[in-house]
């Protein structure tokens, strides 16, 4: 019998957080699910860990591969897909118990493509884990390019979306090979884009765990630069499905978005270089629209880094400086303010 989801989990070396992922895998309150682990060369326990759940429930199937990567890992678990739905987990995090009742209900019920997830933020440091919450307007169901264009630049992240298998498999909605962060986002903008119904479930149901010393996200290194590959890729993904005329604005204000943010959030050491690579990659397209662009459409701070970005010499150095600094300073902030105004109105 074919299984109403199947969940694909791509593991390496994340022995200390993979049993309380698979505890919230294989208690999910529908038993009808098939779990697709493929163990992407962990050189701890990770297999071991893997094995030992398989050997324990008949749902659960192991791929073994060598170690090429998160996406290529997901990629792998594609040709085992049997399940109606596909949801893609990372091993470092959990579900509550129910996710996959209600993803799937709601797929039902609105006939989606893609449904689209709220979830918890798991952050050491904060004692009130909020969860990002959509918008008013995003419930239900929503198919306008402004809508998409909120899912394209803030929910690239694979957790966040619970997929149609027979829409997935048939448009080869594939994630990014190779050894690298970012691997989810041409998968999203791919399946997001030619999604004639996307839901939203605003409960949230999953818990990301934001903090990992040897995570991608934690070590802003050089292995970042690979944006400016991966926003490369986006674009050739919407011509070659035909979707360019229609969403090259807002790729091109997300690509200079990414260029911008991901230099910021780099450690100081890697910015220059990151800088000097930014520069070599705008297009006559990306600098025509930058001085086109609206405001609105373009934030003043993005503008103001551009800017700078063809400027040499000190004072352009300087600049740099004083741009980070107030960013991190105006993050610090925001961040605080909110954090004391939920401990107040908790």
């Known amino acids: 019998m074919q299984p109403l989801v199947t969940i ?16 919230s895998l294989v208690n999910q309150t529908i038993r009808d699910i098939q779990i697709i682990c493929v ?122 979306k619970f997929w149609k298998s027979e829409f997935l498999l048939d448009h080869q909605i594939y994630f990014s090979e190779g050894k690298r962060p970012c691997n989810d986002i041409a998968q999203n903008w791919h399946g997001c884009i030619l999604a004639n119904q996307i839901a939203i479930l605003t409960e949230p149901l999953y818990h990301h765990r934001c903090v990992r010393p040897d995570s991608y996200q934690t070590n802003l290194n050089r292995k970042h630069f690979v944006i400016i590959d991966t926003m490369d890729e986006v674009r050739e993904r919407l011509k070659k499905i035909g979707k360019y005329d229609e969403y090259g604005n807002i790729y091109l204000t997300s690509r200079l978005v990414y260029f911008h943010n991901k230099y910021l959030r780099l450690a100081n050491e890697y910015r220059a270089e990151f800088r000097l690579l930014v520069l070599e990659a705008l297009t006559e397209e990306d600098r025509r629209f930058l001085h086109s662009a609206s405001p609105k459409t373009l934030p003043w701070k993005v503008r103001v880094f551009y800017r700078m970005l063809e400027r040499q010499g000190f004072f352009a150095k300087t600049a740099f400086h004083i741009h980070g600094m107030c960013s991190q300073l105006e993050r610090t902030i925001r961040r605080n303010v909110v954090n004391r105004l939920k401990h107040f109105f908790r």
């Open 39 to 160: 163990n992407d060369g962990s050189t701890d326990g990770s297999l071991a860990i893997l094995k030992e759940y398989a050997d324990k429930d008949s749902r659960i199937e192991v791929i073994d591969q060598e170690n090429r990567g998160g996406g290529s890992a997901r990629n792998a678990g594609y040709s085992a897909i049997r399940g109606k739905y596909t949801y893609f987990v990372d091993p470092d995090d959990w579900l509550e118990l129910n996710l996959c009742e209600k993803a799937s209900k709601k797929m039902e019920e609105t006939n989606a493509d893609v449904l689209y997830l709220d979830y918890f933020r798991e952050h050491p440091d904060v004692s009130l884990k909020p969860s990002r919450k959509f918008s008013p307007e995003l419930s239900g169901i929503s198919i306008t390019p402004e809508h998409r264009a909120l899912l394209l630049n803030s929910c690239n992240s694979t957790w966040r």
């Open 8 to 23: 694909i989990l791509p593991t390496y070396n994340v022995e200390p957080y993979l049993r309380q992922c698979l505890d």
